[in-house]
Nanobody, 120 residues
Framework: QVQLVESGGGLAQTGGSLRLSCEAR????????????MGWYRQAPGKQRELIAR???????MYAGSVRGRFIISRDNAKNTMHLEMNNLKPEDTAVYYC??????????WGQGTQVTVSS
């Protein structure tokens, strides 16, 4: 069984920082994680899930305009992990954050996500 587990969310003040982690678990995950473009998504209340950052296997990153310059995505293929460093947080960053492959048919189902709440 393969699964993605997100962690690191919580409550932060405007201007604060949080670091999210994503771990691909399961024996099969170890052999495939490095081969996928991975991304961080978020879903705010009443809105659709959106892709906010993506990273290729070799570390090339792209960001949505709403987080560019504030968030940094990284990955460690040896550990099957990915991180999102979130700085200068804003109330509009409040959402449930998920990780997954950036592909139509991901080998991983969506995980539980991790809640990020930014107070004004």
């Amino acid at each position: 069984q393969v699964q993605l587990v997100e962690s690191g969310g919580g409550l932060a003040q405007t201007g604060g920082s949080l670091r999210l982690s994503c771990e691909a678990r399961g024996a099969a995950s170890g052999g495939i994680f490095s081969g996928y473009v991975m991304g961080w998504y978020r879903q705010a209340p009443g809105k659709q899930r959106e892709l906010i950052a993506r990273i290729t296997s070799d570390g090339s990153a792209m960001y949505a305009g709403s987080v560019r310059g504030r968030f940094i995505i990284s990955r460690d293929n040896a550990k099957n992990t990915m991180h999102l460093e979130m700085n200068n947080l804003k109330p509009e960053d409040t959402a449930v954050y998920y990780c997954n492959a950036v592909i139509d048919y991901s080998p991983w189902q969506w995980g539980q996500g991790t809640q990020v709440t930014v107070s004004s």
